[in-house]
């Protein structure tokens, strides 16, 4: 059986096209910080600005936001508390970031169906992701039936997170999580 991937109910994705995604631990068992530019559908009204192509330096040092409202890109931070474990890995392949086809998707609502069209599965992932709010595949997921975890004996309150960048992705051990709103970028 295959380990199933939980999309969290968020606001964000991890921006699909900016590779960056920072990790800061600093010892065992206290919090690790991911960084990375998130993108806000509904953040803000789109304007003809978004649909600009812009060049993206590598994000500043993290600053919380009050709120993450107006701004359809911003850096967001994860805090895994209590966090055991963290590793980095690279792309699996040019065009997979994560194994695909070693985890059960079924969760993640943003799959082509089988009678779908790329543009009716596009407008319908935008259609879900607006009349919600929370983000259907944000790019991070909590790993059920987790092999890794499996491994380390399944410590007390432990669970498996994966988040997915561009270029590589982040598989943490922790107790929970949270999400904080940084700074806008462009």
Known sequence: MKPVLRPPRVPW???????HIGVT???LGSSAYVT?????NTAAPETAADSVVAVIPAP???????????????LVQLEFSDCMQVRQTPAFADAEVLQEDA??????????REDETVE?????????WLGTGACPDPGMYEVEGSPWLASLGHPRD?????????????????????????QAVL
């Open 103 to 112: 985890y059960d998707w079924s969760l993640v609502p943003s799959n082509m």
């Open 158 to 182: 432990a669970r498996h997170f994966v988040v997915l960048g561009h270029d590589d992705y982040l598989e943490v051990i922790a107790s929970g999580w949270r999400w904080k709103p940084g």
């Open 120 to 128: 009716a599965c596009i407008q319908r992932i935008h259609d879900l």
């Open 60 to 74: 500043e040092d993290f600053i919380e936001a009050p709120d993450w409202r107006g701004a359809r890109h911003r």
């Open 36 to 40: 990375f530019i998130g993108f806000f």
């Open 25 to 27: 631990q600093p010892g």
């Open 13 to 19: 994705k991890v921006s699909p096209s900016v590779p």
